[in-house]
């Protein structure tokens, strides 16, 4: 399974932003559960938000819920991360992960990962 994400740009506070993840690769089934994540320098990677592919439903870190959306496209085989109201504190690279069959809050399941976008909120 090949990861590859994009659309992370530099954005004022309050804009918003919609990141992508291509999925390729035969043994990518609708099992697999995806994640993004993000990680800024000198601090540990966070969970943002996750969704299963399968039935489509997602789950998010208290601070991005009511503003990122996480949805997935199964004849694009993209997922997305709808970003609004952005804020200098989302200001980090997002990674693009895939699990199979686990369901985890917890970066350490995910099997897969793309090479990560930048996003950077300025105030």
């Known amino acids: 399974v090949q990861l590859q994400a994009s659309g992370g740009g530099l954005v004022r506070a309050g804009d918003s932003l919609r990141l992508s993840c291509a999925v390729s690769?035969?043994?990518?089934?609708?099992?697999?559960?995806m994640g993004w994540f993000r990680q800024t320098p000198g601090k540990e990677r966070e969970f943002v938000a996750r969704?299963?592919?399968?039935?489509?439903?997602?789950d998010y870190t208290d601070s991005v819920r009511g503003r990122f959306t996480i949805s997935r496209d199964n004849a694009e085989k993209k997922v997305y991360l709808v970003m609004n109201n952005l804020k200098p504190d989302d200001t980090a690279v997002y990674y693009c992960?895939?699990?199979?069959?686990?369901?985890?809050?917890?970066?350490?399941?995910?099997?897969?990962w793309g090479q990560g976008t930048q996003v950077t909120v300025s105030s």
């Open positions: 992960t895939a699990a199979r069959a686990m369901w985890s809050r917890n970066g350490g399941v995910y099997e897969h």
């Open positions: 690769g035969r043994t990518f089934f609708s099992n697999y559960n």
């Open positions: 969704i299963k592919w399968a039935s489509g439903f997602s």
